[in-house]
């Protein structure tokens, strides 16, 4: 009786480990920049200077960061994984830049189809955008060598 | 998930586990059975429906909450990689990726976005040439109180209005800018002379029937243009805050965490502001980020902002170099060699003059909520013969350094307006005797971030001297300020 006991216990923390809820993921959010561009991959560093306000170059012309709109999930997926910052610590860095007389944030974008639009069209554009909304005139970076497809990768919409 | 472990635990068929394992041993046998085949049915059922969902990012916040998975759940799952793609991705020499075969787009972008309308016309300038006009501003109330009564300052309790600062920015071409910032102030009125009096500014107001009115004036604190050398090298031209430490460019109410900075930041052991050139940049090594400043002025002086009165320019520069870890620590040193000399005031007796060398150090470590940041500066004076002052005593000045450090903790929770409580300790040694001599500071606090643009804080300070200064007394001050960006 016991070791059946035993058993049923260990087949219900077994299957209680198992059957853990499995954490759902955000969206993977792409880095993108226009087709043909130069830029195929950029460093962590390089993408958190770029979006925090310091020039970031790809050969000898300068990459120009769009945001998605504040608060929206990819917004914050975003400003989470790169920039390591919550969206009031986002909210305090931007303000705080402005009183030091630095420069502001980037410009926001409404849609994902309309950093897709930018970062096809616009000279040095880079944005990001969940994988579902890439378009076949933009290309996307990969970032410290690990493209979106990886599993490794955690850029994600939050 | 949830709601299958309830539904297997409560199904009549099954049965509680309490009442399986009563007497009834036939009956405990049945569940026990149907308990292990019905969590190995389960388990099986979602191990696959795991395997069949993308696999989560690596390094993802295990802290997620529910609501953030129901929603990540309803939301559409990326399209699965394909095997090339993830061998690919395996190889550690394809650090370029062309993933445009991987996943083919469907679609070009839309065509009803006009750039245009965003003011993002692509043959446009591809910079930000808009003329941005923004500002902060400060009211505090504040009592102050000595232990012991003296002349030169006295107990005080009130409203003051602090900085009512105004910036000017606009990107003349993609490598010329410029940055205007001027304060505001009702200075002089209201402004205390040494022999306790108050200075006024009474003027006859004529679009009021010259009723009286009290006129105020304003400061120029910054004023310059930039042009981008390098990527890595800009040349600032103009009326600039001396890059030094952390609070003297940090000099805007907002981002100061206190009400007011430490007694010997705003001493000026460097100067505040220079008027000349300031070559600086930044440079990524690695993973760390190194700053760089080099600077030539007008160096020290009260008409500094309009001429180099004894023309002999002043040099400084600063290094720092931030890197990530544990967190993001900076660490900074930055020097100054200058002559200054007085404004001459009188036709028959010489300006004060000397030669000063500064140098200082600062560091600051953000983990998390936990912000620390600490500051050293020191200063040698040389006096030129001739030109020195007398001090209290009626002695000549004699030459010599002033000395002072402080260091700072405090923690902003992301709760209660992101309250951040505070507190920090000043030790300065004035070469030239002060209003308090050599002085020590406690102080102790609260800042909060209701909003990114709006700050609330509370300041207690409790500071005391050695006895050699003018004020021969302790003082206690109890402030509180709320100070916004507009």
Redesign the interface.
Known sequence: ?MN??A??IL??A???V???????????LVVVVA?GSPV??ISR??LK?CFTG??V?AGDK?L?PFNAAPNS?DRSGFD?AVLGM?P?EV??F???R????QS?AP?S?PSP??V???A?????AIGYL???Q???????V?VD?????????????? | ??A??PAALTDPAVGP?GRT?ASD?RRS?NS?VV??VV??V??VA??Q??AA??????????A?TAD??????A?????A??SD??A??AD?T???????S?????????DD?D?ST?G?D?SAA?F?DKL?I?G?ADISWTNQHLTKHNPFLKDATGFTIGSLNV?V?KNLT?RWRS?A?VRFMYLPNGSPNPDGTVQTTTAGDSANFGRPTQWGTISIE?AYIEY?LH?RLTLRIGHWLTPYGIWN??H?S??IIGVFRPYLVGDAVFPEHQTGLDLFG?A?VG?Y?ISYHATMSNGRSPTEMVADTDRKPAFGGRLELEGSWAGTVKLGVSGYVGHFTDATTSTTVPPVAFDERAFAADAQWDHGGLHLQAEVLTRHKAYVDGTRPFTLLGTPQSDGNDFGAYGLIGYRF?QLW?VMPFAFYEDYRALVTGPIGDAKAGHVGLNF?P???VVLKLHGAYAWGDGTGLIKSDVYILTSQIAW?F
């Open positions: 009786m059946r006991i058993l049923v087949c219900f077994a299957a209680t198992v059957t853990r809820p499995v954490r759902a993921d955000g969206k993977k087709k195929t991959t560093g390089d200077r310091e020039s170059s300068p120009v999930p989470k919550s009031d909210g305090r931007w303000v705080d402005k009183v030091r007389g502001g410009r974008l189809a309309h897709a639009k930018v096809a069209k616009f000279p040095g969940p994988a579902d890439m378009t076949s005139d933009i290309q996307a990969a060598g690990v493209p979106y497809t990886d599993a490794r990768y955690n850029i994600v919409t939050q | 998930m949830r299958l472990r586990f394992m041993a046998n026990l308990a292990v969590h190995a389960v388990a979602l191990a429906r795991a969902q993308p696999a989560p990012a690596h390094g993802g916040d295990p997620q953030d998975r129901s929603k990540a759940a939301a559409t799952a990326a399209p990689p394909s793609d993830l690919r991705a550690a394809a650090a370029v990726a062309d993933l445009s991987a996943s083919p787009p469907a679609k070009a972008s839309a976005i750039l965003l993002l692509p591809a930000d941005s923004y902060f910036y920015a993609p940055l910032e910054r981008d990527p460019t940090d805007g907002p981002v930044a990524p993973d980020k992301n992101n971030r909003a990114p643009t960006v």
